[in-house]
């Protein structure tokens, strides 16, 4: 049973930058399909970021070009670096497998984009 602890949100201004890290309990080798997701206050949850076991990353629209998926096999975790934020990326972030699984999902991380 592998299990995903987020971290790294925060307030920042817009056009900052955060860091994201998604630590996994278990190996991600076997993991196919790792992803980001957000959820904002009102909305549904929704895949921002994805990236394969060979390292293909996808970008939903919202994101793409200032945002950037990556993973470190050998610390098993999984990261999203985050710029030129807005005040729209506010959200809870999570990670999970792509596509999710119920009995994957953490507590999140918040992020606030606010001036």
């Known amino acids: 049973q592998v299990q995903f602890v987020e971290s790294g949100g925060g307030f920042v201004q817009p056009g900052g930058s955060l860091r994201l890290s998604c630590a996994a309990s278990g190996s991600i080798f076997s993991i196919l399909h790792m992803g980001w997701y957000r959820q904002a206050p009102g909305k549904q949850r929704e895949l921002v970021a994805s990236?394969?076991?060979?390292?293909?990353?996808n970008y939903a629209d919202s994101v793409k070009g200032r945002f950037t998926i990556s993973k470190d096999n050998v610390k098993n975790t999984v990261y999203l670096q985050m710029n030129n934020l807005k005040p729209e990326d506010t959200a809870v972030y999570y990670c999970n497998v792509v596509p999710s699984m119920n009995n994957y999902w953490g507590q999140g991380t918040q992020v606030t984009v606010s001036s």
């Open positions: 990236i394969t076991l060979g390292g293909s990353t």
